[in-house]
């Protein structure tokens, strides 16, 4: 059989594609059986890998692709970077841990989110992204088309599910039941990160009921590390790089928090909620 037909019909596509350079590469460094074999199924194998993260990032519905590089310790100093790197190995993630991540807004939760998140990726878990506003309207949806279990256990599946924009808009109290449900589900089993510009104060505010708001951060936080980031909006910060917004002095508050500090009440998150608390690493 003709190599090519043989390549094909095996589905060694990348191989298949390489073949020529390899072969060259193969006769200049006078490679021996041995290593031209395994230089040949390195290409195969690092091709399909590939694929693999191209695919796993199309299903986790990431907003955009950013990464722990990209991001700017140095503007944001009450991030704890040993804490982020540590998180970025992931063991978190296989010991079926949570992340919360708190601050106000344009301070990079979604972008540490989404960093974790394509972290999770390259490491070859499954991972989905969702707004909490995005989630209520799947499971709400589900509910009324008599599917709601199934939705119910297709969000079980992803072993990182990122919940972003936790206390935007507050929930109804049935929303909040079914959010309740999911966390229930997922308890233990696999990973959420969660992001919120609200402390978990407010949190009963967000779920409209105190007594489902503290069973939410009771399975949330159980086995948790918190980022509880205080700091300037990095979008505010590029305005004003751009001249767009006065600058900002030492003396006149961050512009972040003329509007609204979660963080400042963040210190105690569970003292009002009546139960012990248990943030950061807690495993
Ligand atoms: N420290 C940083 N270094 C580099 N880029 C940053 C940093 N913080 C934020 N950014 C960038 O600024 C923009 C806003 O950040 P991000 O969307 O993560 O904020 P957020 O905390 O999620 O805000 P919101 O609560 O409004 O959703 C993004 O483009 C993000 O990549
Ligand atoms: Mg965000």
């Keep these: 059989m003709e190599l090519t037909t043989l390549l094909a019909r095996m589905k060694l596509d990348y191989l298949e594609a390489g073949l020529d350079s390899l072969c060259e590469q193969a006769a200049a460094r006078d490679m021996d059986y041995k290593t031209f074999l395994s ?89 989905l992204f969702l707004t909490l506003e995005s989630l209520m309207s799947r499971l709400t949806r589900a509910r009324a088309e008599n599917r709601l279990e199934r939705a119910l256990q297709q969000l079980t599946y992803p072993k990182l599910l ?56 009771d399975r949330l936080l159980h086995h948790a590390s918190t980022l509880n980031i205080k700091g300037d909006s990095f979008r505010l910060k590029e305005k004003r790089r751009a001249g767009l917004l006065g600058r900002a002095t030492p003396s006149a508050p961050p512009a972040s928090q003329e509007l609204h500090d979660p963080s400042a009440r963040q210190l105690d998150p569970l003292s009002q909620l009546d139960r012990p608390a248990d943030t950061g690493h807690s495993h």
């Design 39 to 127: 230089t040949a199924l390195a290409t195969e194998w690092q091709g399909r890998h590939q694929r693999g993260i191209q695919a796993r990032l199309r299903q986790a519905r990431l907003p955009w692709i950013k990464t722990v590089d990209q991001f700017d310790f140095d503007f944001q100093p009450s991030i704890d970077r040993r804490q982020v790197r540590e998180l970025a190995g992931l063991g978190f993630v296989e010991r079926a841990g949570n992340v919360v991540i708190l601050g106000p807004p344009g301070v990079g939760k979604t972008h540490l989110a989404v960093a974790l998140g394509v972290k999770a990726v390259e490491a070859g878990y499954s991972v």
């Design 162 to 217: 990122i919940l972003d924009e936790i206390g935007y808009l507050p929930l109804t109290r049935e929303d909040a039941s079914l959010f309740f449900r999911l966390l229930v589900r997922r308890y233990e089993r696999a990973s959420l990160i969660v992001t919120s510009n609200k402390g978990f104060i407010d949190w009963g505010e967000i779920f409209g009921d105190h007594v489902l708001a503290t069973a939410i951060l």
